[in-house]
Each structure stands twice: as structure tokens, then as C-alpha cells.
């Protein structure tokens, strides 16, 4: 335990681990390689990246070599190998497969599509060669013959069948090589979200999906932001951040995420404007994500800048019944709020008692919304032919987004709220009639109880959008006490201060018994 | 054929162990660095990969499996949303997963699919099925052995039968290195020493066609809190991770192309080591059960992120007294007075999580090169560090799911063939507890109390010899889903493969509430997602902060505050509070309200204490009305703790030792451990219960309605199930062996008819059928069994785990300010 044991171990460690150190001339390991040359095509620079197309290729030429160990030519090589650009794809699928005529294929054209930040094109000698699965005789790795005579036929249990339709049962040489990095810009958020006019992307999809992005946040090194990325929410498994889209006249919107972190992120704040955003791009039931993010923050000083979240879009009856309104705000700032023409109830048929079924119709009342009968915290959506049936009840009360909206306008299932602390609010606009449901979760507010406020007017309710493809899909939620007011005669906060909490302390996670 | 028995491996031998403390690794391996240039591992190996002079690009591919926890035969298992997603099966569908023999499959195919192969495991290998509680981790280890596994770093759960037989199962069984940097050990021989020293190393080198890949091993803290109390029964004394991790990969870097980090910290401590460090190339992680497709993307040298381009040498917030080395970081008192920064250039280090319980075998692909303008961090080669060798310019990754359609390895079937007949013969693991209709989850949506967890309190404080005030036990410790359909023993040990007892104390109303309070403060670190579950008791526990008086008291340490949670005590620049400071404790979580048991009069307007609401109770405080199991007639009010009040309680004796971090219950000394398993409390507790469909109104024996056909079966219990007559004799089998279908024929004896579950039918003769997939004569083995029938008398008696048992989620842990 001293500096001195260390020293007298890894010495004699070096000693024993490098006899290599001292051979006289080097000897080379075994691997072949194959070596990729961009030999044509804009190549982009870290400062001029290329731009990002998911459907539009950008094609590049290469060069690639079969090249032995000491780096000559391995002229004796035929074979195939795979073609794939990483990240991003390889649009023409006849040139994922190539094969090289005396170790060389010159001048191949690869087209890349949804490429982003530093992208490569890799090839590799994975052993396969390709034929027509219909073809008779069929291919090697599917004629029930043990061709390379290793005790193992056809694919899947012979480790040299790529697939089915490999023409061979030997193994590649498994040799790869790599080409110099393409420079394409980052995508910023409404791109992972799927919003892209250019390529009919709607913003309801990822156009990244489970695939490792890093955001373009605005951040140009030090001081310098094109636009602004900030922190507008904090949860107890993630938050959310909003490209601001200062740059971008319209701006198009679909400009938020939510990072789920597992956990609260350590030491983050609203109002914090983020430098590096990376995670993996995924839509968990419909609503886009960043999984496991890594981020880089300018925390934020108040002495040194304004807060620059948003002010939220205050959405009417309309918004609520445009999917795509409510899409594009999907994971930013929205209110609902009690002015003028338009007032927003907490639904008053909202209490923990059965529905009861009157001649066969269930009625939902004050006290009771519930449709889970059996008690076991979930809905039976499959008990339709049953009596009582979940699925029948929640028909009822629930309904199953715009296109099949409950029949009881003013029912907020209990069961929802009970397992989830989702309710619904009915907002009205007496200038024309008209009116839309939008559910809500309040579990942020300690001190609102929406069941006790069933039937009220509220002032405002401030939240995040969230979308969940297996139920009532659009939720707004509060982030805090601050983004509910329940007077409709006090204005809510404002944005540089509402939910403003102090910075977050670090946070253990462990998986421990 | 692939490169890997080509291999060669250096580590240090076991004599020349390093022990020593992390600051002296960091400032010696730096020496070390700059006076060994270039130094190749292996005797025999090429001494480089690229043509003399030139460089090259090269591909390193890396097989990852990580916590199998026994789970080496394979199992039925649930499919969930990411399972799914990673395209394990489909949605909701119970499907056979898992098993090393599938395991080794894939990685030897995959391994005689790459170049430059290793295959790395993130360790646990033991618990987690019963297979580990009856020979201690024996067939993990070969199977890890046989499967060709080149080197694995140690788990917390390696430790669960205790150093000595981690010690023993890994010298007798394991041909591969164990790797643990982050342990350092007492000194050989002595009492406190059981000789982990001599089944671990720091570290491995491998020269793979002249490619140098040093692989570091990081072994887990979080998990094995007992570590920092010196000394303790592992016998290992924690070194600080960054500058542990620091400090071998100074000392590798000279001689290695290759940094790669096998780890069992834990995804958050994977981040933060790597952002603490410089020269790390990849981290092959485990802990979390997690699959990250692709794998994280995080820059190195960014200790301070919104500042990134140093590390610290010497690292200020790093408690380190010269006098007592071994690092403590609850040590406040001691913060390093040598501070300085070492200037580094930020690189893109991957982090690698391939999942759990032998459901994936993870394959990345390195693409690498050591071209300065290829290999640097910025694209500028002035910005290559060339004692980094080879860097990472892109990478692949592939989750290979492990389910029934791939082979298995037959070496590892016949290795594991005396231990699966072993189990047959000595406990039957197919032994049927009960039927699950729709399963129990483990989880609740509001982050509570959940349906299994409730289960299992419940079990724990109603049995019999135990009867308590109230009951806990820790989520953490329950680690599967029951999965709908037959309730087996061997789904148990899943369930809970831990042999805890239940340990029975008596506590103060004080110590209840720091208890509480202790578990808010956890649960809140955890995405305020409960570390408790409770029987006998209600508790609100808030994740945002606490209304409570005190929250904001004077403080001078942590355990002055409400929780005692480490980091509680600030002072006014929000640092940890020093000695001589003015603090005040900042509490983000408590227990907000407490109840236990329930109020026996509640005055003379009410002396059964009959709610519907809290203000019908006499403290009208928030919860204290439980209408959980009212069924709308009302509910009772909920007793409020009282300090000086004096409480049994029951919980396992891991706890109760302090595991988790329970200091609160290891200092009580009424402690007296009943010696009760607590699965075997589950498992009673379940058998116990009637049958689905039970009713003593129906006047049978079973409590189940008489039948001569199925149609007699309409009117039977059970809200959205169908019911059919079970008659001996009188079923026909219809289905398939994966999935039965059993159509009852004829007319019945009322006297023996009952009416049952019909998904309990046809998926108990499933079951059965199964059973017969193994047999020589199969239809003859069908033939015998006659599983419709059997199904059918044996769903008369099994009992129902349903919410009629307990396993719902009825609010009794609320967590609020999510």
C-alpha cells in the first residue's frame, strides 16, 4: 500500500508484458483490410457540414481495395463485400453488395440518405455471397448440404451463412476498412421529431428512429449561439428542451423533446440553454424521446442573461381538435385558460365509484367514473362481450382520441387518474358553440386536488405536451404548482419564473437487491 | 475460423497485485508513461497491425453479455414494450427466452463472424434463479468458462453467498480473468482477508493480430455499501473510481492500442468516470439491465461540462487522508489540498450496455484507426494524441435477441444436464402455487405501492409467527414480473431468488419516521419511484421537497436532517457542509404522512371510525380515509404515527442488517431474525388462497358452482372471464403444445363438475404439454398425461393471485410531487 509496492509491480509488470518492445524487426498480425477512398463528392468540413436529406441522397465515389497485411494488393480476392454508411443508410440497395474483381472496385457511386454529423462509408468482407433465393439449385446456405464439410449445414446453423441466400458456407475474411469522415450538419429537433416538408415528414414520426443523434442546439463554441436550445421542465425521469427557432422565420414548431434520463438530471435547472444534446431517438408509444441523453449545459445565470423559456401557446377549442396543432406543440410549453369567450372545467362526472349501468347504458355521475370494475388498476379494453365491461365503460367515458370521442363529454375516467393522475378538462368557446377535451396531470402540484375541483373553472392550466399512442393520447403536463391557477381572476406566472426551481443536486442510481 | 484462441492474454500475476492507493497509481502511472514507448503485450504476438510505417484502419469487435444472474437455463417470460422493440417477440406475448446454451450459440457464431473478437461480460453471473441457491454459482461459471468467455469483470451479486464462495466458485471453475481495478484487498493471510486477491485482477491485455486492447475492470460500489466500512466481511477496501480509472489506463496507454473499460458501475457512474477521465476508448457496462441501442455517445475530459478540456489530477472534492487511505466518500472532513487540472483535448467514448438474464448478446463493431487526421477528436491531426493509438471513428452495434429460435450449443446442454436433473429430483420446480390471470407487476404506473410488492408484504406480515403492526420490504429486492398463467416455484425463485428471512424488530414511532423519511429520500434519487414496499401501513411520501417542520433546519452533518441522505447539509454556497460552518439542511424528499393500523374509535359520532372521506376522520389529515377495499360501503380511518408510540414491524434480514442503506433498522437491537424465508412465506401465502371462481355461496366443497356443461358456467365469479365445466374425463385436447386449447365434451356429474377459468384450463395443460416435448414417445406421453383433464382438476384447487389475494395496486405508498 505505498508508492514504492507500486513502482517494484509495474515494473516487473512491463517487464513481463513487453518482450515485444525489444524484437528486432516488428512482425505484422494476420488481418487483411479493405480500404475505402472518397474519390469524388463534397466531403463537407466541421465548420461547412454538408446538409441533411432523409430522402434525397447525397452520392459520393469510392475506391475500395482488398489489401493484405504488409498493405499490398491482395489480387487473389473475388469476393463480395457489404456497403453501409454509418450513421445514416445506403439508399441503392444494388450496391450493398459488391464485388471486387482482383481485390479492387473502382469508381462505385453510393448514395446516402439520412446521414448526419461525422458519417463514414464502411465496407466488409463478411463472407457473403449473394444469390437469388429461388434459384435451383439453391443457394449453398439453403440446398440442406453440408458444402465446406464443417458438420454444419445451412444458415442458420452454419456460421459462414450470412443468410439464406448466401451462395457460400465458408466464412468471409471478415477484413473492413473505413472511409474519411463526411461532415453533415446535426439535425435539430423538429428533424427528430419527423417534421421535414422536404421529405413529407409530418412531425408525428422520428425520422431517426433508434439511431444515436446528436441535436444541433445553436451552440457555435463558447459564447456563440445560431439560436437557443433551453431547458422548460424538469420530471422525476427526464426533461424536456425547446429549440427556440429564433433563426427560422416562420417558425415551423416541433421544436421540443423530452430526454428521459430514468432519473431527474443532476445539477439542471429551467432556464439552463443547452450546448450538446445526444441519446437515441425512439418513439415510446408515439411520443418521440431521447433515450439515455448526455448533454452539455451553460447553466443558467441570471446575472448574465434573461431566462429564455418561452411564453406558452395558449391553445383554443380548435388547437384541441387539430391533431396536428397539438402534434407541433407536442413537448413545449401550451396553455388552456379561462378568458374571454372560452372557459376550461375540470370535468364533473369525476369520482371513485363503479359506473353504474342503467338499463344496460353506463351512466357516469359526480361520484362515479370509474370503469375499472374488477379493481386491478387497468382497463379490459378486450371484455367488450362481458357485464359489466371495462372496455364498454370507458367507451363512455373516455372515448379514444378525436375520432372517437366518449359519449359523456363531461366524464374523466377514475381509474385513469387513480393509476396515472390523468383528468380531463372540457374548454368551451361560447362565440361559436364549439368545445374539445384535453387531459391533464396535475401529480407536479402538490396542492391541487382535481377531483375535489370536479366540475370547476379554472383559471389557467400551463403544462408540457405529451402523447401516448395506447390511450387518450395528447396529455398536458403541469410542472409545477405554478402552472396551475385555479382563480381565473389571477394571471398566471410568467415563463422566466414559473417553475423556476433551484438548480438539482446530484442523484445516485444503483440496482441493488 | 476467428482470431480468438489466437489471442494473447497478459495480466499481472497474482504476487505482483497492485495495492496501493489511487493518488499513488495516478502520479506513478503518469511516470510511467513517458518512459515506456510503444511496448507490445504478449511473448509471441505481432508486434503491430499496420504495414511498417503506415497507418491503417482496423476493426475491433466486442461480444457483451452482462448480468445473466443464472438465468442459464431458458424461461418463460412476458414481453414488454422494449423487449419488443429490441425484437425479443412481440407485445404481451409470453415467450421462451434466455439460456446459455442459446448464449454461447450466438457468441461463437458471432465470434467466427469477426477478425479481432472478444467477448466481454459486465458481470453478475450469479442470482436470480434457483439454479444459483442450490450450488452457489458452480454451472455459471463453467457455462461462462465453456462458452469461451474471454474476460468478465466481478458483480455485487457474485458476493451473495459471500466472498469466500465468490473465491471459491471462480479458483475452481472460471478459466477466464476476473477483473476488479477498483478493489484493493487487506494484506494476504490476515483474518479479515479471504483471498479475493487471488481470483482478481486489475486488468488484461490482449494482442489480437497485433491489435493491443487493454480491458480494465470496474467493479461496483452502489450496491455494496457495506465496502466503505473498514472493515467489512468482503474484505475489500473501495478505491475512488475516476482516479482508480485514471490512473490504469496512464499505465496502459503506452502499451496499448486500445482502452476498453469492462464495468459493473452502473450507467451513471459509467458517464461520470468517462467524463472524468481522458484515454478511455469504449465502456462495456453492466448493473442497470439495460440495452442501449445504439450505444451512448459521451466526451471524455469534461469534468466540469459547461467548461469542458480538463480532468483533475488531483481532484480538490476528493476526500483523501493521508493517514487512512482507502477512500471514503462520506469523508467530509479531509478535502485534498494538492489540487491541480491536467489539459486534454475532449474525445467521443462509447458506453455499452447489452441488457440482462441472458435475453441478448450485444455485438459492437469498432471501426479504428490511427490515421492523425482520422483518429483526431477535432479532425485537425494536431489535436491526435498518438499515446492514444488507435481511436474510434464509427461504430456498429447489434442486439441479438436470445429466444426459441436459436439453436443451442450442445456442449453447454451437456454441462448443465446434471444440475437440471439434480433440481428435478431434489425440488420440483414445476411444482403449480397458483394461477395467475393477468399476472402481477413488480412496478406501479404512480411509481407506489405495485400489485407484487403488496403481495408479498402481505405475506410477510400476515404470516403466521410474525403478525406485526405493519410489514416492508424493499422493491429492489423483487426483480420479475409474475407473468399471467401458471404460478410455478421456479417463477418464485425469479421472482425472488434472494434467501432472505423475515426479521422481526420493534420500533420507536421515531425511528418509523426516520425510516420513512429515509426511504422519500431514496425513492426521490430513483425517479421518486418507491424503494418500499408495505403491508399494515399507509405513507405519503413526496418527492419535492417537505412540508414538515425542520426541513430547513440548522445543521452541522447530513444525519442531522430529516432523511439523513447524504449531501443534506449545505452550506451557503450549496456545498457540503464543513467543520466550522453555518449550514442549514436542505431535504428534497420525507415522508409527509404515516399511518399504521387503523383508529379502533374515532368518538362517540363514530366509533367504528366509518369513512368516505378524510374529513370524517378526527385529524382530518390527507390519506387517513382508506377506502381501498370499501367496494363503495365506506371505508375506516387510518391510525396516524405516533412518536412515542412503540411499533412491531417486519421486514428480511438484508434490510434489517442494513442493506440498501437501512442504518436505521441495523441500529435497532430488538432485532429477532424468525428464520422464515421470505419466499417461502409467498409461496404459503398463495396456497392458501381459493380458487378463481371461489364463492361460499355456491356450497361445494372446492367454493366452486356445480356444472354438468358449460353452459351452466355463464353465471360463475370472475368480471370479464369465461368459465367452463372441469370435468375428469370429459375434455378434449384441441391445441398445439405451445398453445392448448381443451373443448369440455359431453355432460357432467354435477357432483364432480366445477366450474373454472378456461384460460386456467388451457394454459395449465399448455403447461403440462410441454412437459411432454422432451419425451421420446411424445404422443404417447400426451396421450398419458390426458392435460385437459388434469388442467381441469388441478384449476379446482390451484389457487387464484389476483387482486381477491392482494396483488393490486391500492395506493397504501403514494408518491407525490413527481
Sequence with gaps: MNRAGFSLAALAAIAILGPGCTAASPTIGGGKRLVVELTNGNLGTPDQPLPISVVQPTTFTVNITAELPDGST?????????????????????????????????????????????????????????????????PECAN?????H????????????YSPTDDT???????????????????????????????????????????????????????????????????????????????ENPAPGYGGVYAYNFETPAFMRVCDRVQVLSGTSSDFYGFTELNYPTWQLEYWDPTQRPCLVPEPTVLGVADLNNDNTLW???????????????????????????????????????DASNCDYDHDGKINYADAASTPSEANCAAVCTGNGLTNPPTDYDCSE???????????????????????????????????????????????????????????????????????????NTAPATSNVACVHPRTSSAINANSQ | MGLRHMARRCGLPGFLRLRFAALALGASAAALAATEPGCTSGATGPSQVCPPGETCDVRLTLLHTADIHSRIFPYDLQILQVDSQLGLGTLDEVKNVGGVARVSYVVNRERARADRVLHVDSGDIFEGAPVFNYFDGEPEARASSMMGTDVMVIGNHEFDDGAINAVRQMQKWADFPLLAANYAFPAAGTAKDPGLDTILKPFMLFNLEGLRVGVIGMANFSSLGSVFQQPNSLGIMPLNTIETAQGYVDLLRPMVDVVVVLSHLGLDVDERMVQ?????????????????????????????????????????????????????????????????????????????????????????????????????PTGNPDDYDPTNGFEIVSSTYVPYPIDDTVPDDPNIDNLLLPYERYLDQTVDLELLAGFSPQG???????????????????????????????????????????????????????????????????????????????????????????????????????????????????????????????????????????????????????????????LSNCGPGNPNCVCTADKDCPDNLQGQCDTSASQGSGGSCLAPLVLTNVYDFATSNYLAAGGSGFKVLQDNTTQLNTYIEQRDAVIDFIRNAPPCGYSTSYGTNEGLMACSTDADCQGAQGPGADFVCACPGQVNATGTTTSQTCITSGSCDPNVGRCVRQDCRDDVATFHETACQSSPNTSQCNTDLDACSLAGEECKLLSCVDESLGALTDNRVEMIGR
Excluded at chain 1, 201 to 226: A, C, E, M
Excluded at chain 2, 311 to 322: Q, R, S, T
Excluded at chain 2, 570 to 591: F, K, R, W
Aim: charged residues 15%; glycine residues 10%; aromatic residues 8%.
Design chain 2, 440 to 598: 402481477a407487476s413488480r412496478t406501479a404506473p404512480q411509481g407506489g405501492d405495485s400489485p407484487m410488492g403488496n403481495l408479498i408484504s402481505d405475506s410477510m406480515w400476515l404470516r403466521l409467527g410474525v403478525q406485526t403492526d405493519f410489514a416492508m420490504t424493499n422493491t429492489t429486492g423483487i426483480r420479475t414480473d409474475m407473468i399471467p398463467g401458471p404460478v410455478t416455484i421456479e417463477e418464485m425463485f425469479n421472482i425472488f431468488p434472494f434467501n432472505n428471512t423475515i426479521t422481526k424488530m420493534q420500533l420507536s414511532g421515531t425511528e418509523v419516521q426516520n425510516m420513512f423519511d429515509f426511504i422519500a429520500g431514496r425513492s426521490q434519487s430513483r425517479g421518486c419511484v418507491s424503494q418500499a414496499q408495505i403491508a399494515g401501513s399507509r405513507v405519503i411520501l413526496n418527492c419535492s421537497g417537505c412540508s414538515r417542520g425542520g426541513a430547513n433546519a440548522n445543521c452541522d452533518s447530513d444525519d442531522q436532517c430529516i432523511g439523513g441522505v447524504p449531501g443534506s447539509c449545505i452550506d451557503g454556497s450549496g456545498n457540503d457542509c464543513l467543520p466550522g460552518e453555518q449550514c442549514t439542511c436542505d431535504v428534497s424528499a420525507c415522508a409527509e404522512q404515516i399511518y399504521i393500523g387503523y
Design chain 1, 414 to 488: 377514475y381509474s385513469q387518474y387513480a393509476s396515472e393522475n390523468d383528468f380531463f378538462f372540457v374548454v368551451t368557446d361560447s362565440s361559436n358553440n364549439s368545445k374539445a377535451r384535453i387531459q391533464g396531470d396535475a401529480s407536479a402540484a402538490d396542492l391541487f386536488d382535481p377531483v375535489s375541483a370536479r366540475g370547476s373553472v379554472i383559471g389557467a392550466f400551463t403544462g408540457l405536451v405529451s402523447y401516448f399512442s395506447g390511450g387518450t393520447q395528447f396529455t398536458i403536463q403541469a410542472r409545477c404548482q405554478d402552472d396551475v391557477v385555479p382563480d381565473r
Design chain 1, 74 to 138: 491482395d489480387t487473389s480476392f473475388n469476393g463480395y463485400v457489404n456497403v453501409i454508411a454509418q450513421p445514416g443508410s445506403v439508399s441503392n440497395l444494388d450496391i450493398t453488395n459488391i464485388q471486387l474483381q482482383n481485390g479492387v472496385y473502382q469508381s462505385l457511386q453510393v448514395p446516402v440518405v439520412a446521414a448526419f454529423g461525422e458519417t463514414h462509408i464502411w465496407a466488409d468482407d463478411l463472407g457473403y455471397t449473394p444469390a437469388p433465393p429461388n434459384r435451383n439449385p439453391p
Design chain 1, 144 to 148: 440442406g448440404i453440408d458444402d465446406n
Design chain 2, 276 to 376: 472524468g477521465t481522458t484515454g478511455i476508448d469504449v465502456v462495456e457496462g453492466g448493473h442497470n439491465h439495460i440495452v442501449i441501442n445504439p450505444p451512448q455517445t459521451i466526451q471524455d475530459c469534461t469534468a466540469d461540462p459547461s467548461s469542458p478540456g480538463y480532468v483533475w489530477a488531483v481532484n480538490p472534492n476528493i476526500p483523501f487522508d493521508p493517514s487512512h487511505p482507502v477512500y471514503d466518500p462520506a469523508d467530509t472532513l479531509h478535502q485534498h489540498p494538492n489540487s491541480f487540472r491536467r489539459f486534454c483535448t475532449p474525445r467521443n467514448v462509447l458506453i455499452s450496455h447489452s441488457g440482462a438474464f441472458s435475453k441478448y448478446v450485444g455485438r459492437l463493431d469498432l471501426m479504428l484507426s490511427n490515421d492523425p487526421k482520422r483518429a483526431s
Design chain 1, 328 to 366: 407541433q406543440n407536442e413537448a413545449t410549453l401550451v396553455r388552456v385558460e379561462s378568458a374571454g369567450t372560452v372557459t376550461v372545467t375540470i370535468a364533473s362526472h369525476f369520482g371513485p365509484e363503479d359506473v353504474p349501468i342503467v338499463n344496460g347504458n353506463y351512466v357516469p355521475s359526480d
Design chain 1, 169 to 247: 458456407e465458408d466464412l468471409g475474411t471478415y477484413a473492413s476498412g473505413s472511409s474519411d469522415t463526411i461532415y453533415f450538419q446535426l439535425p435539430r429537433i423538429q428533424l427528430v421529431r419527423g417534421y421535414d416538408p422536404a421529405d413529407n415528414g409530418n412531425g408525428n414520426k422520428t425520422l431517426f428512429p433508434n439511431t444515436q443523434v446528436s441535436i444541433d442546439t445553436g451552440w457555435r463554441g463558447g459564447s456563440t449561439y445560431d439560436f437557443s436550445t433551453i431547458v422548460i421542465g424538469l420530471t422525476s425521469a427526464g426533461f424536456y428542451v425547446q429549440d427556440l427557432q429564433s433563426d
Design chain 1, 150 to 161: 464443417n458438420g454444419l449445414i445451412d444458415y442458420p446453423a452454419d456460421p459462414g451463412c
